[in-house]
């Protein structure tokens, strides 16, 4: 890990090398953790899943990131993208399972974001959030649809968008 937020008390770590040895982006990583923190103060510290958190973090607070779309163009041409329930886990996995979970959260916050029925939809599941709801009941509210039928949208445009990967790659 090369950054860390402690989004309740404000706090946020990041170091200068990835755990690989490489230099880290350190705007982008502190942008990223900066989310974390946000995020929760919107949100009055809601429970979340992890996939959210990252997702969003990733989404809003990082720029296009190639490693990302890659990794996960190739999950969606290769083993498949997990159910959200199996990314919760994936953050925890080797590094090729933390690397699609991540990719993958990041794309569907993205989704989330930017969903076509209701813009503003993103904006209402904060506030859920933040009144105490459910995460699931939240996004019911804020979406008119469920989780599962947003990640069913969602996963249903995967491969119209990375149509294009077995060519480049």
Same mark, same amino acid.
Request: charge should be negative.
């Given at each position: 890990?090369?950054?860390?937020?402690?989004?309740?008390?404000?706090?946020?770590?990041?170091?200068?090398?990835?755990?690989?040895?490489?230099?880290?982006?350190?705007?982008?990583?502190?942008?990223?953790?900066?989310?974390?923190?946000?995020?929760?103060?919107?949100?009055?510290?809601?429970?979340?899943?992890?996939?959210?958190?990252? %997702?969003?973090?990733?989404?809003?607070?990082?720029?296009?990131?190639?490693?990302?779309?890659?990794?996960?163009?190739?999950?969606?041409?290769? %083993?498949?993208?997990?159910?959200?329930?199996?990314?919760?886990?994936?953050?925890?996995?080797?590094?090729?399972?933390?690397?699609?979970?991540?990719?993958?959260?990041?794309?569907?916050?993205?989704?989330?974001?930017?969903?076509?029925?209701?813009?503003?939809?993103?904006?209402?599941?904060?506030?859920?959030?933040?009144? %105490?709801?459910?995460?699931?009941?939240?996004?019911?509210?804020?979406?008119?649809?469920?989780?599962?039928?947003?990640?069913?949208?969602?996963?249903?445009?995967?491969?119209?968008?990375?149509?294009?990967?077995?060519?480049?790659?």
């Amino acid at each position: 890990v090369a950054g860390v937020a402690n989004s309740r008390r404000g706090e946020i770590v990041i170091s200068r090398h990835s755990p690989d040895g490489s230099r880290t982006d350190l705007e982008g990583l502190l942008r990223h953790e900066m989310v974390h923190v946000a995020l929760y103060r919107a949100t009055d510290g809601a429970v979340i899943p992890r996939w959210f958190n990252e %997702g969003t973090a990733d989404s809003i607070g990082d720029a296009v990131d190639p490693m990302r779309i890659d990794t996960l163009a190739s999950a969606i041409f290769g %083993g498949g993208v997990p159910a959200l329930p199996r990314l919760e886990r994936d953050f925890h996995g080797d590094d090729r399972q933390a690397m699609v979970a991540y990719a993958a959260s990041r794309d569907f916050a993205a989704h989330l974001r930017f969903h076509d029925e209701k813009p503003e939809a993103f904006r209402e599941l904060i506030g859920e959030l933040r009144e %105490g709801n459910d995460f699931e009941i939240a996004v019911a509210d804020a979406y008119g649809m469920s989780l599962d039928e947003l990640e069913s949208e969602w996963r249903q445009g995967l491969l119209g968008r990375f149509v294009w990967y077995p060519i480049a790659g």
